[in-house]
């Protein structure tokens, strides 16, 4: 099965029209997790808003929409 990791950076989207081609759903979450991981860390490297951000890893197949990996920084005064 093949399965596509999409970003959203706050309100911008990438659209990923590649996909990986995986065992199942418990290996696209798995590569979700890590994709997740490795994209937030040079996301919080880059970013800084005094109100803070949002991104999420959207995975989906080629039926539609499967899960969501998401987070959000909150800056409270």
Same mark, same amino acid.
């Given at each position: 099965?093949?399965?596509y990791f999409d970003i959203r950076d706050g309100e911008a989207f990438s659209e990923d029209e590649d996909g990986v081609e995986l065992e199942d759903l418990?290996?696209?979450q798995l590569e979700a997790a890590e994709? +997740? %991981?490795e994209v937030s860390k040079? +996301? %919080?490297a880059r970013t800084s808003h005094p109100l803070g951000y949002s991104l999420s890893v959207e995975v989906r197949d080629s039926t539609g929409p499967l899960f969501e990996v998401a987070?959000?920084?909150v800056t409270r005064h």
């Amino acid at each position: 099965m093949r399965y596509y990791f999409d970003i959203r950076d706050g309100e911008a989207f990438s659209e990923d029209e590649d996909g990986v081609e995986l065992e199942d759903l418990t290996q696209a979450q798995l590569e979700a997790a890590e994709s +997740f %991981a490795e994209v937030s860390k040079e +996301f %919080a490297a880059r970013t800084s808003h005094p109100l803070g951000y949002s991104l999420s890893v959207e995975v989906r197949d080629s039926t539609g929409p499967l899960f969501e990996v998401a987070f959000r920084f909150v800056t409270r005064h």
